[in-house]
């Protein structure tokens, strides 16, 4: 969709990420390898009582799910920027819903606009785990000219 199109408080959902226990020990193993995501022993003598999944991880198990119903399609020229707030803990098997909202727009130039969407997700039982808010460039329509000589 381009910038034109779209309005500050437009809102998709997000359809359910399932966070299974697999997924989350690969995911920590490579890319956040401490004993709060890998050492079940470890963990239960945490606050939390059992292993937490990374929270790149439940961000990007929502994101994935965000993109099916992405807002820009082809109009997306890039991402800018992001920032994840991790809330309350994501365990194994909890079942991430979400819902995407556009909260800013700013148009830059007759080419395209900073779109601010915001995503906020919650596990099954309501709670909010976590929110995101990411800016993406997107493109403009393209205007044309329609004159005519008199």
């Known amino acids: 969709m381009y910038f034109d199109n779209l309005q500050i408080g437009m809102t998709v959902e997000i359809s359910p990420a399932v966070i299974s226990k697999e997924k989350m020990l690969a995911f920590a193993k490579d890319y956040d390898n401490i004993p709060l995501h890998t050492d079940e022993e470890y963990a239960k003598t945490t606050p939390f009582g059992k292993l937490i999944a990374p929270g790149v991880m439940s961000f990007m198990s929502v994101w994935a799910k965000y993109l099916e119903v ?18 309350k803990p994501v365990f194994a098997d909890d079942v991430l819903t979400g819902q995407a909202t556009i909260t800013n727009l700013i148009k830059r130039n007759e080419k395209n606009g900073l779109v601010e969407v915001t995503i906020e997700a919650r596990n099954q039982n309501g709670v909010l785990v976590l929110k995101d808010v990411t800016e993406a460039i997107v493109k403009c329509k393209k205007t044309t000219n329609n004159l005519t000589n008199a």
């Not at 992405?70 to 809330?87: Q, R």
């Open 70 to 87: 992405d807002f820009f399609g082809e109009e997306l020229l890039a991402g800018k920027s992001t920032k994840i707030e991790w809330l």
